[in-house]
């Protein structure tokens, strides 16, 4: 590259910091599927009422991006973040802590962690990060954050499933409350970037509302959301109703745990890859081939006997296409519209992906306890990901052309 990655020690800082929110806040997300079993037995919950609470925290999550995405365009990311794992802590403290049943349960672990992770997960942290980039090296830096993501899925399930068989399910949430407190510390790092740089001139005095008139009018936005629904759909009836659909296939224990931790593992993978291939290629293009190779993965898994080497099969090869829609998305928002209200725009695009994995959540649940099966949502993920495939084709990545302001 022409430039350099790392232009500053500020960079470095948001950067790093960025990672180790992404890596605590999506790792501790990502186990919650691992305790289906024990609000089963331990608070009389069914796969309903849990895929509702998952399927509620992913609605909220989607809300509050947005909102923090815009107090992260306003008074900085670091503010914004802190106060979500304040929520984090409060929703797991509600978990474990009680009241935790009935409708408080909702609230806990679907309103409040919800809510928190509309600040802490992903929107607001990659988000932030790319606005210390340019276009030319945004996707490979949003990638890296991606990528921390990764170290948390793979890392998570292994430490919660261990801490699960060893102490119980409520001292384990009691664990996480370390986490959340590393976390907070951590965000106040988050620091803005007192000037924003893209590749074509930015009006500086456009407003909010402006450009969110701007996003809603440009036909490739729309596309974006529409994409990154399926992403959310996906992913979530993966890492909520996985361990329940190995169980149910005779292959209890492990091989779930062994799944996320996989996924974890080889999303560092293609969460890079990817993150590099946006330098390279067109970001629309990528994507399009994202959600056919996720079509094509699960239909083999769902169709082929268990077996722990399907179970290292589709974790592995998931695990690369799972976070690795992040980059190339955020980056065709940024390349559109520019820098300055990215954090805003793009928890608006993460706001589709939730709608995503509230279904994602409540239809995998919900089809198990009327069929008594999975497979009719993952047929549902199949034919999502064939749409997926074909919308992002007529994206236009080119920036939006504007009157040049002088700065």
Same mark, same amino acid.
């Given at each position: ?137 945004? @996707? &490979?830096?949003? /990638? ?5 993501? %990764?170290?948390?899925?793979? =890392?998570?399930? #292994?430490? *919660? ?109 293609? @969460? &890079?890859?990817? /993150? ?5 290629? %067109?970001?629309?293009?990528? =994507?399009?081939? #994202?959600? *056919? ?115």
């Amino acid at each position: 590259m022409s430039e350099k990655f790392i232009s500053n020690r500020l960079t470095l800082i948001v950067l790093a910091s960025a990672c180790t929110v992404i890596l605590i806040s999506m790792g501790l997300r990502q186990t919650f599927g691992l305790f289906f079993q024990a609000f089963e037995e331990g608070l009389g919950v069914t796969r309903t009422e849990f895929g509702l609470a998952i399927g509620i925290q992913m609605i909220f999550w989607g809300i509050f991006a947005p909102i923090f995405g815009l107090l992260a365009d306003k008074f900085g990311g670091n503010k914004a973040v802190f106060i979500g794992f304040i929520i984090l802590g409060l929703g797991i403290y509600m978990i474990y802590s009680g009241p935790n049943t009935g409708i408080f349960f909702q609230i806990s672990l679907g309103v409040l962690v919800g809510t928190a992770l509309g600040a802490t997960a992903l929107a607001v942290p990659v988000s932030e990060v790319g606005k210390h980039f340019t276009d030319r090296n945004r @996707t &490979l830096a949003t /990638g890296l954050v991606t990528a921390a993501a %990764s170290v948390g899925y793979f =890392l998570a399930p #292994l430490f *919660t499933k261990y801490s699960l068989g060893t102490v119980g399910w409520q001292e384990t949430f009691k664990f996480f409350m370390y986490f959340v407190l590393f976390g907070a510390i951590a965000s106040l790092f988050i620091l803005p970037n007192k000037k924003i740089s893209s590749n074509f001139n930015t009006v500086k005095e456009q407003t909010f509302i402006e450009s969110m008139k701007e996003a809603f009018s440009h036909r490739g936005y729309i596309l974006l959301l529409s994409g990154f629904f399926v992403c959310g759909f996906q992913i979530t009836l993966v890492g909520t109703h996985i361990p329940g659909y190995m169980q149910d296939r005779g292959m209890d224990g492990w091989p779930a745990t062994i799944i996320l931790a996989l996924i974890g593992l080889f999303n560092i993978v293609g @969460t &890079l890859g990817m /993150g590099y291939l946006g330098t390279k290629y %067109s970001k629309k293009i990528l =994507l399009s081939l #994202l959600y *056919t190779s996720r079509a094509v993965i699960i239909a083999i898994f769902i169709f082929s006997p268990p077996s722990l080497g399907m179970s290292i099969f589709f974790g592995v090869t998931f695990g690369m296409v799972w976070l690795s829609t992040v980059p190339p998305t955020n980056g065709i928002v940024a390349q559109i519209f520019g820098t300055k209200y990215l954090s805003t725009l793009f928890g608006i695009v993460f706001l589709s992906h939730q709608v995503g994995s509230f279904l994602g959540a409540f239809l995998g649940g919900y089809f198990y306890d009327l069929y008594g099966s999975y497979d009719y949502a993952w047929y549902l993920a199949i034919v999502l990901s064939a749409f997926a495939a074909l919308v992002h084709l007529p994206i236009d990545e080119r920036p939006i052309a504007r009157s040049s302001i002088a700065s």
